[in-house]
């Protein structure tokens, strides 16, 4: 029984993202919106662009029923230069481990190496703000990457408050 009044109430909050509008044009050059399921291979292109950074093998089929799933919700914001896609961030509403209060967690942010810079990363991160407000749920994102990981967590800290850390043992890149 409470498993299933969890997910009702989850369902509320991704029917609620799926009617929340975002920001569409942030900038001369810049425009926000959201993902649809026309965007899926666009996503997935971008979020394999990241696998790159990782120690760890990228699982094809659980990367697309992810994005799929957070595409569904509502919860994936695409940030578009020239009509093209050049960032994307994903987004899952979750409760804490300890409480039933819900919150918004990112489960992929990814920039397209061509077009890394301050003014998409601000554009990104100020749609996630926005989108937290209009939902009513805090957001928390996080840097997990062995790669350049102080000056990505210096961009986070300009837009949003630290909260905690990340610490690993026993992923070795060049193993």
């Known amino acids: 029984m409470k498993r299933q009044k969890r997910r009702t109430r989850k369902q509320k909050i991704a029917d609620k993202a799926v009617t929340t509008p975002v920001?569409?044009?942030?900038?001369?050059?810049?425009?926000?919106?959201?993902?649809?399921?026309?965007?899926?291979?666009?996503?997935?292109?971008?979020?394999?662009?990241?696998?790159?950074?990782?120690?760890?093998?990228?699982?094809?089929?659980?990367?697309?029923?992810?994005?799929?799933?957070?595409?569904?919700?509502?919860?994936?914001?695409?940030?578009?230069?020239?009509?093209?896609?050049?960032?994307?961030?994903?987004?899952?509403?979750?409760?804490?481990?300890?409480?039933?209060?819900?919150?918004?967690?990112?489960?992929?942010?990814?920039?397209?190496?061509?077009h890394r810079s301050l003014s998409v990363f601000k554009a990104l991160m100020e749609a996630v703000k926005e989108l937290s407000d209009k939902m009513g749920l805090p957001v928390v994102m996080g840097v997990m990457t062995p790669t350049d990981t102080k000056r990505k967590i210096a961009l986070y800290e300009r837009y949003m408050d630290c909260w905690g850390a990340t610490f690993t043992h026993g992923f070795n890149k060049d193993d």
């Open 23 to 114: 920001a569409e044009k942030v900038t001369e050059e810049l425009t926000i919106r959201l993902a649809t399921d026309d965007d899926l291979m666009t996503v997935l292109m971008l979020v394999h662009k990241m696998g790159a950074d990782y120690p760890i093998p990228i699982d094809d089929s659980k990367v697309l029923s992810r994005v799929q799933d957070t595409i569904k919700q509502g919860l994936v914001l695409l940030v578009l230069k020239d009509m093209e896609v050049v960032a994307t961030t994903g987004l899952i509403a979750t409760d804490w481990w300890f409480s039933q209060d819900m919150f918004l967690r990112d489960v992929f942010t990814v920039i397209h190496p061509k």
